[in-house]
């Protein structure tokens, strides 16, 4: 070694760091690379391995999206179970528990819809009048039709949707509305959605004769796979909605007209109509428009409400028409008599806080129209001495103190303005002369 040329030693010398190097190869754990990455934390960031991928087919990002972004297979709403025409229900209802239930089995194991309705009327759940079954509205698009049963049992009115899903019969929709068996209204696209939408109304009436309709309009929704109520809101009106495409867009509205005059009962009630209206996700309330009023008493409960409000000047108009208009009709005999003063009274206060110069003429005619006053209606009195307090003090409420003495005297004038049924505003003594 000691006469080794300089050549040979520095071969030596490599050779020997090539062994060592291979040795240390198999020995030492390399560190992986930290990539930073960002946190919740605003400004900050965390420094850490990122952990070997379990994944099918090795670490490739594209190869793991694509194995968790497989497609679900699409359900089959097109296949329904093979009729079976011997089948039969038993010729005992089942109780109300397992109703719906029993009618589902029934469809799914082949049940046709025609022994369904026969079973169903023998059972009490359908009649001539009320109820039905239908298979012939393709109400999700699929190309098979659902199956709609309407029927009444224990109390209770029901519509309930039945449809076809990978062969099987199950229930889509269910809706209770009533103690009666709803009535479809209609079972067109309303809203230009593709699809129908079926509106459908029960009525119900309470212990006392007084009936109302509700209201539901059942719609298939592909993306959250079931039937939605369209209606936003309870849906009630006396009579049953239509619907109607009055404002021209194609886009038909849901209407509740109100048509009826009233009775003993009620009292008179205002015509007229409110409108549901499509805002792109459902049917909201839209509108409520009301005919002119029709009765004398109706244009008083108006314009008193007008009076609570401080709006006076709403208010004088329609005391002048209750007061003057002949063509307004009288719910009762006398009204052409006592709702005159009662207008006539109410005017009086409304321009003697608007400290209104024409205060002068009414409470002239008052005087000149009604010259007993003992005879007369109670507000004709009450007018006067509110009048008179007035005058006396410059003070609205010493006036009020002098008509609630005559109501106190006369406590038919209360008496005579609760008398217009159970839908009618009611009055108390400190009404008639709020100040």
Known sequence: MAHMTTNAKLLLICCLLLVLSACRADSVTLTPTVPVFPTVTAGRVVRAAIPPAAMPGGSNPATALAAISRPTVTPNLRTCPAPNEALALPAERPPAPLLDST???????????????????????????????????????????????????????????????????????????????????????????????????????????????????????????????????????DAPPTLEDIEGDRVGEVIARFSSP????????????????WDGQSYVRSITQLDPPRFRIQVIHEADA?????????????????????????????????LKAYALYRLLLAYSYQDDPRRVAVQGRLLSEYPDTAAAPPYV???????????????????????????????EAVGLLNRYGDRAPVYDALTLCPF
């Open 381 to 411: 009195q009450m007018g006067l001495e509110f009048w008179n307090g007035l005058q006396v003090t410059n003070n609205l409420r010493a006036g009020c103190g002098e008509a609630f003495e005559v109501v106190n005297a006369r406590l």
């Open 103 to 237: 009618l589902i089995q029934f469809l799914d194991d082949g049940g046709t819809l025609v022994s369904l309705e026969t079973t169903l009327r023998a059972w009490g759940m359908i009649g001539d009048d009320f109820g039905g079954t239908r298979g012939d509205l393709d109400l999700t698009g699929e190309g098979t039709p659902e199956i709609l049963l309407r029927f009444a049992a224990d109390g209770e009115g029901v519509l309930l949707i039945a449809g076809c899903l990978e062969g099987r019969i199950i229930d889509r929709y269910r809706a209770a509305l009533t103690e009666r068996a709803p009535e479809i209204i209609s079972a067109v696209d309303a809203n230009v959605s593709g699809l129908p939408d079926l509106l459908f109304a029960a009525q119900t009436c309470d212990d006392e004769g007084v009936c109302a309709f509700r209201a539901q309009m059942a719609t298939w929704q592909p993306e959250r796979g079931r039937f939605v109520n369209l209606i936003s809101d309870v849906w009630q009106n």
């Open 262 to 277: 009233g009775d003993a009962t009620t009292g008179p009630l205002r015509t007229g109509f409110t409108v549901w209206d």
């Open 306 to 338: 007008a009076f609570a409000a401080e709006a006076y000047d709403q208010a004088i108009p329609l005391y002048q028409l209750a007061a003057d208009d002949a063509a307004l009709e009288n719910w009762l005999p006398d009204d052409n008599v006592i």
